[in-house]
């Protein structure tokens, strides 16, 4: 019964001081996004127009077509598109500004 219990206790101690890896993103939940360009796509023009966005930096990513991902690898909250941290996510996924990449691999 000791012995169990040394194990265990070892176990747990093993548990509690492995870091635990994952993406965090400060903005916010991280986003899946159908498609990234920049804020200067032309294309983008016009739902920038709609929603009433200014855009100084015309190189900043953009994603189009997101949507949250609340924990990575449960229950199908994965992202096959692109995984973005994003600083302005106030667009109802149409759009989410000022983003970088995620690497969900860690």
Do not use: W, Y
């Not at 127009?49 to 077509?65: C, E, F, R």
């Not at 096959?80 to 302005?88: F, G, I, R, V």
């Amino acid at each position: 019964m000791f012995s169990k219990l040394v194990v265990f206790s070892a176990l747990a101690t093993l548990a509690a001081a492995t870091p635990v890896r994952r993406a965090e993103c400060s903005t916010g939940p991280i986003q899946c996004c159908n498609s990234t360009t920049t804020a200067g796509d032309k294309s983008l023009s016009t739902l920038f127009g709609l929603l009433g966005i200014v855009v100084s930096d015309v190189t900043a990513i953009v994603g189009v077509g997101c949507s949250p991902i609340s924990v990575i690898g449960v229950g199908g909250n994965s992202c096959s598109a692109s995984p973005l941290c994003c600083e302005n996510n106030s667009f109802h996924g149409l759009v989410a500004l000022g983003c970088v990449p995620v690497n969900l691999n860690l």
